[in-house]
C-alpha cells in the first residue's frame, strides 16, 4: 500500500480510536497493515514512522471475545494492585487455609494439580500466587483464568465488580461468584489475615528499612478502608464508588489523559503518539539512531 493510503488508515484509525473506540475487526487491520511493511519498505522512513504509528494504535486497544473493552493500561495496573488475591483463594478453598510460611504467604492445597501436602503459596503482601507442585503462578488475573477460565479483560472487569468500582450488569452472570468473593474479602477472617500480613511487614520495615514504614502504613491503611467501603456497599445495593483512577472505558481526549503506563509516559513524553506528522518526523529522526528498541513489537499487548 503506498505511503499515502496509509497515513490516511492511520489518521481514520486514530480518530476512531479517540472517538467510539476500535473494533477487533480494526484490531486484526492493524496488525495486517503492520505485517504488510516489509524489510525493504523499511529503509524508507515514511514506512519506519508508520510502523511506529501502527504498533503505537495497537498497543492503545485490548479486546476479548465481546468485541474492543478498550481498557488501558492504567486500569490494568491499578486493579492488578488493589484487587487482593489472598480472600478470593481463601473464597474458593472454602475458608480452609493452610498454614502461614515464614516471610512470604499461605500454604494451600494446590487447585490445579492432585497433592497431599500444600505446594500452593499465596503471597499476601505481592498479591501474586506459586505452586512448587506444578509450577503454575502469577497474579489475581492469571488465578481467574486458571480457575474460571476467564479471558483477561473479563478478569478485569469481573475484579472491578467485585471491589465495587463498578455496577454488576442487569443479568450478571458471575454474581453468585461475585457475592462468594465479596462477602470473603469483608469477612473477619480475611481482615485477620491482613491485620497479620501487616504486623510482618512492619516488622520487616522496623528490622530493615524503617523508611518504608510509611510506605506500608499507607498500603494497609488503604485496604483496610477498601473493605470498610466495601462493607457499606454490600449493605446498600445501589451503593457504588468509582475510585477516579479506575477509568473504565476511555473515548476521546481521556485516552491521552488516561494512559499513564511507564511505556506510553514514555511515549508520550517523545510526543511520538499525538504529534502533528512534520514534527513527528523530525522528533524521530532524531530518535530512530538512538533508540533502536522503541519500535519493540515484543512490547505489544497481544
Ligand atoms: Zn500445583
Known amino acids: 500500500m503506498p505511503v499515502e493510503e496509509m497515513n490516511k488508515k492511520i489518521s481514520e484509525f486514530r480518530h476512531k480510536a479517540l472517538t467510539e473506540g476500535l473494533t477487533k475487526e480494526d484490531y486484526y487491520e492493524l496488525k495486517n497493515l503492520l505485517s504488510s511493511i516489509n524489510d525493504k519498505m523499511l529503509n524508507d522512513i515514511n514506512y519506519q514512522i508508520i510502523r511506529l504509528q501502527l504498533i503505537n494504535l495497537l498497543k492503545l486497544i485490548y479486546f476479548h471475545k465481546d468485541g474492543v473493552l478498550n481498557y488501558n493500561n492504567k486500569t490494568v495496573n491499578y486493579v492488578k494492585k488493589r484487587a487482593l488475591i489472598l480472600p478470593i483463594v481463601l473464597a474458593d478453598a472454602d475458608f480452609n487455609f493452610g498454614r ?5 504467604g499461605y500454604m494451600i492445597l494446590c487447585p490445579y494439580h492432585s497433592e497431599k501436602t500444600p505446594s500452593f503459596r499465596v503471597k499476601d503482601y505481592e498479591n501474586i500466587f506459586n505452586c512448587f507442585g506444578c509450577g503454575s503462578s502469577g497474579n489475581v488475573y492469571d ?41 470473603a474479602i469483608i ?18 520495615d522496623l528490622d530493615f528499612m524503617p523508611h518504608s514504614s510509611t510506605l506500608t502504613k499507607d ?17 446498600d445495593p445501589d451503593y457504588i464508588e468509582r475510585d477516579p483512577a479506575v477509568n473504565i472505558k476511555f473515548t476521546s481526549k481521556e485516552v491521552w489523559a488516561a494512559t499513564d503506563s511507564t511505556e506510553i509516559k514514555e511515549l508520550r513524553r517523545k510526543r511520538i503518539l499525538a504529534m502533528d506528522p512534520e514534527e513527528f518526523r523530525k522528533e524521530l529522526n532524531r530518535n530512530l539512531k538512538s533508540n533502536p528498541e522503541e519500535d519493540d513489537e515484543s512490547l505489544l499487548p497481544f
Open 100 to 104: 502461614f510460611t515464614g516471610p512470604n
Open 219 to 235: 498500603f494497609f491503611n488503604d485496604r483496610f478502608l477498601m473493605i470498610e467501603r466495601m462493607k457499606k456497599g454490600l449493605a
Open 143 to 183: 488465578y481467574l483464568k486458571l480457575t474460571h477460565n476467564m479471558e483477561f479483560l473479563e478478569a478485569i472487569d469481573f475484579l472491578m465488580k467485585v471491589y465495587m468500582w463498578k455496577k454488576e450488569d442487569a443479568d450478571e452472570k458471575n454474581h453468585d461468584l461475585i457475592i462468594k468473593y465479596q462477602k
Open 187 to 204: 469477612s473477619p477472617e480475611f481482615s485477620e489475615l491482613l491485620k497479620r500480613c501487616q504486623e510482618r511487614m512492619q516488622r520487616k
